[in-house]
């Protein structure tokens, strides 16, 4: 099988970008499923920002840009992973939209996710509008590497689907990841939390507590043209970081694993997702040691594997496909106005945090105008995958599996990145990095909203 790969440094032809969707006819729903893949190089180059610090080096990994397009169940279908820190607000809508135009369908059937990696970019055009018309430097929201990318990814999507090629069967496998995965909030005992536990932690005593609640699983979907696998994803419910603030932008241990798993399985395109992690890093077991980097790699795409030798496959119609969307309004958080962050703003005191307030403002400014957040849901025979936003916590995840113990469920957060944290209810009272102010910008209702979009993607 061969993938489309590229590099953002490419020349772009306006013209023929204009001939290509003259002269692409979309395939029916009669050809039968057919899927396209394509991967894209995504790392920023020397001196461009990153989430922490600018880039001084290369890694020998890139940073990709990875998906998937489904073609023959009404108009096409696309996923996305890209390993990056975050895409928010208009950027967010400007990813599905340039995807949507490659792939010659709609931005409502585009599905775009980070990583979550931090030694990345991330990307909010909102952000950085904002900043900029304040006279302050955007800093790690400056978009010209970003909207370098959008203008290839458009033309790389379009490219990979003339290679698109059918799908007989949809796979289906689940393993335990183990010593990954740990719950970041140590309770005590009144239920309010009493330490963190990030994703390096160096306190043995903190490393000693129990795991918490996480999900182990990682779930792994692949798509088949008869015996030949296309596509390979996989889910899984942790913060993607060993070490960062290294100026080197690299894809972590999740990169490494899917690399791995690329070397053992090279007919097929390997693409992550991560889960609902918001609340799960790898504290337990990693102090922040760089060769941890290759354990927690090695652990994770030992699961990974585990999960493709036990995946059943399926024969797959396009009556077996569908892709539901609930566009759904978030509330956000009480404690956010634009008076305050206006005035956050223009505070010489606050400059070091301009960044984060330009997104909350900007986030602000969407709900208040009535801007709702596409929940979504690919139907694949008995298969659902989810597509959620901001930095979910585990307990949705574990949720909608509960929901329909008789289907197999896999989840995608990290797609629209505005909001930040989303917690559960109960967390807004427990305390906690993740559900302070600085951190999450939804009401702690918005647990409610949430389930009930879940519910209804599950039970169409």
């Known amino acids: 099988m061969r993938h489309v790969h590229s590099s ?134 400056d978009s010209a590497f970003a909207r370098d990318v959008l203008a290839q990814l458009t033309v790389v999507v379009g490219d990979a689907l003339d290679t698109a090629e059918p799908v007989t069967h949809v796979g289906m496998g689940e393993a335990e990841v183990r010593q990954v995965a740990s719950n970041r909030r140590i309770m005590d005992e009144n239920g309010k939390v009493r330490a963190m536990r990030f994703t390096a932690c160096g306190d043995p005593a903190l490393r000693a507590e129990p795991e918490g609640v996480i999900d182990p699983a990682v779930s792994v979907i692949s798509f088949w043209n008869e015996d030949t696998p296309l596509a390979v994803l996989s889910y899984y419910a942790c913060h993607p970081q060993s070490y960062y603030r290294t100026g080197i932008p690299n894809p972590d241990f999740p990169g490494v694993a899917r690399f791995l798993r690329q070397l053992a399985v090279p007919d097929a395109l390997h693409i992550y997702f991560t889960g609902a992690g918001g609340n799960i890093g790898a504290g337990k077991y990693n102090d922040g040691a760089p060769e941890n980097r290759l354990t927690l790699a090695e652990r994770l795409a030992d699961g990974m594997r585990r999960a493709w030798e036990t995946t059943e496959r399926f024969p797959i119609t396009a009556a077996e496909v569908s892709w539901q969307v609930v566009p759904t309004a978030i509330p956000p958080a009480p404690w956010l106005s634009i008076d305050t962050l206006e005035e956050a703003l223009r505070c010489p005191d606050k400059q070091a945090q301009a960044g984060g307030n330009a997104r909350r403002l900007a986030w602000l400014r969407r709900c208040e105008a009535g801007k709702e957040t596409d929940i979504a849901c690919l139907a694949l025979g008995d298969a659902r995958i989810l597509h959620m936003p901001g930095e979910l916590f585990v307990e949705y995840q574990l949720a909608a599996k509960e929901m329909r113990p008789d289907l197999f469920v896999a989840m995608a957060a990290y797609g629209d990145y505005a909001m930040g944290y989303i917690g559960t209810e109960a967390a807004y009272d427990e305390g906690g990095y993740e559900t302070s102010e600085q951190a999450s910008s939804v009401a702690p209702e918005t647990e409610h909203v949430l389930m009930r979009a879940i519910e209804t993607l599950l039970h169409p």
Not at 22 to 38: H, K, P
Not at 76 to 104: M, Q, T, Y
Request: hydrophobic residues 45%; negative net charge.
């Open 8 to 141: 953002p440094n490419r020349v772009i032809s306006l013209s023929v970008c204009v001939v290509a969707f003259v002269l692409f006819s979309t395939a029916s729903a009669s050809d039968g499923l057919r899927l396209a893949t394509f991967d894209m190089d995504v790392t920023p180059p020397l001196g461009a920002a990153m989430a922490y610090g600018d880039v001084v080096q290369t890694w020998d990994m890139s940073l990709r840009a990875r998906g998937v397009v489904l073609k023959g169940a009404d108009a096409p279908i696309v996923l996305c992973a890209i390993d990056w820190i975050g895409i928010g607000n208009k950027s967010h809508d400007a990813f599905r939209e340039v995807l949507a135009e490659g792939a010659r369908t709609t931005p409502d059937r585009v599905a775009v996710h980070t990583v979550h990696q931090h030694d990345a970019p991330g990307c909010d055009f909102s952000a950085e509008r904002i900043l900029q018309e304040k006279d302050m430097p955007v800093g790690r929201y």
